[in-house]
């Protein structure tokens, strides 16, 4: 009986210390990564204004995709600025730099996106975009409505704010700036996948990456982020229609592919609303051009159309092209007319690792407090950062960039000319992309 108490004393002490150690060490690692948070901070505090400043600059003097001459030389010499390796001139126009932490562990990369869009700013700011360009052809205004220039300062800020602190950094960090993510000229190419291509996520091998987006869907000091699918695929269609010239007051007399094309784009119509079951997932099917004909008597031999195809799951992706291919084709002959659809390659899903999302969601509710954190909707649009996620595992969010007194209803969507964000966003969004990164190789060794 009395061994039996000794033993069972012994057992509990121990227990008892081994307890109070595993406690002294959560608290060692607890005050460790509060003095990186502060540290964090205060340098994110320290270089707000230039944070600003940069954003300013670059809204000023929007670049197009492939074109982001004067964008990828103001971050090229920042970074070199800061002692980094810097390589410049991947995927036509962008630059990567990388820093080595003071310890060796993991590598992770944090993305960017440069290019602006052919937009006519109608926002009156002392920094707005009077720059025009040439796009597709057409004189254009050129505007960044979809907030790459506040990706690109704040990742500007965040390789500041990681450089300072480079000996606490148990890895190494790739600061990845991007062209083309709008799109680049198809003749081109670029891009996420031009990047990919050429090695950027090699040479260190990349073991995880992060990437944001500003967006009025969320007000300043919230996120939005979801685990596994987030943003859909897209794919661009195009559809020729052949018929028969002849003069607009004997159609009988020839294949009108005007009314052929109009007949085919309700048809399309009906592969989503008729022909797919998107109980499974959210599917579009959308025209964006329809051209044909030069003069107001004849109608013409052909017509051509453009569109885009945004979904979420593969599988629903090829079936929808099936019968998109099975409507184009039967609606022409029926008409005595042909019809040609091509689908060229897309951008993919943007898909959100589960493992590495349930890591790093802590991080943004320790910064921006958890009830300023959501999970995303599904998303129709489509975000080449997906490429990266096809290579490696990769986490996706959305920062807010709505002032906090203007509903959401009364939001601004991306793309528009009257896009604006409230820079408050800003550094929030430096110190979350920072902890991020510190968080991530913290957590791998």
Not at 267 to 292: C, E, K
Not at 309 to 333: K, L
Request: glycine letters at 8%; aromatic letters at 8%; charged letters at 20%.
């Amino acid at each position: 009986m009395l061994k039996n108490y000794i033993t069972g004393t012994i057992k509990w002490n121990i227990c008892s210390v081994c307890w109070s150690v595993i406690g002294f060490l959560l608290l060692v690692c607890n005050a460790q990564a509060q003095q990186l948070d502060d540290l964090i901070s205060n340098q994110a505090e320290a270089i707000e204004s230039k944070v600003i400043a940069w954003r300013r600059d670059i809204h000023e003097h929007p670049e197009l995709s492939n074109r982001e001459f004067r964008t990828a030389k103001l971050v090229a010499e920042h970074l070199r600025g800061l002692g980094l390796q810097v390589e410049t001139g991947m995927a036509y126009t962008g630059v990567v730099a990388t820093l080595e932490g003071g310890r060796p562990g993991p590598v992770v990369a944090l993305r960017a996106d440069m290019d602006a869009l052919p937009v006519t700013e109608e926002v009156d700011l002392p920094f707005r975009s009077t720059v025009r360009s040439t796009y597709n052809g057409q004189d254009v205004g050129v505007m960044h409505a979809c907030g790459h220039d506040t990706h690109v300062a704040i990742l500007m800020g965040a390789a500041e704010v990681l450089t300072s602190m480079r000996e606490q950094i148990p890895g190494t960090i790739k600061f990845i700036f991007q062209p083309a993510e709008e799109g680049a000229p198809p003749e081109e190419g670029g891009g996420a996948r031009m990047m990919v291509d050429q090695g950027v996520l090699a040479t260190p091998d990349v073991d995880a990456i992060f990437g944001l987006h500003i967006s009025q869907s969320y007000a300043v000091g919230e996120v939005g982020f979801r685990s596994l699918g987030m943003m859909a695929s897209a794919e661009r269609f195009d559809v020729t229609v052949t018929g028969s010239q002849t003069h607009a007051a004997r159609p009988w007399a020839g294949v009108d592919p005007i009314v052929v094309g109009s007949q085919i784009i309700m048809g399309l119509q009906t592969v989503i609303s008729r022909q797919t079951d998107i109980t499974r997932a959210p599917a579009v099917v959308t025209v964006g051009t329809f051209d044909s004909g030069v003069r107001n008597n004849i109608i013409p031999d052909s017509a051509t159309m453009t569109g885009t195809i945004r979904t979420f799951d593969p599988d629903m992706r090829d079936t929808i092209h099936e019968r998109m291919r099975r409507t184009v084709t039967n609606i022409a002959e029926s008409a005595g007319a042909g019809a040609e659809l091509i689908i060229y390659p897309g951008v993919p899903v943007t898909f959100n690792d589960a493992e590495l999302t349930r890591q790093m969601a802590p991080t943004l509710e320790r910064l921006y407090g958890g009830d300023n954190v959501f999970e995303s909707p599904r998303i129709t649009g489509a975000e080449d950062f997906s490429f990266y996620q096809e290579e490696i595992p990769g986490f996706f969010f959305f920062i807010g960039g709505r002032p906090v007194d203007v509903p959401v209803s009364e939001a601004i969507p991306n793309h528009s000319p009257r896009f604006y964000i409230d820079e408050e966003a800003l550094l929030p969004a430096v110190r979350a992309m920072s902890t991020l990164a510190v968080d991530y190789l913290n957590a791998a060794m």
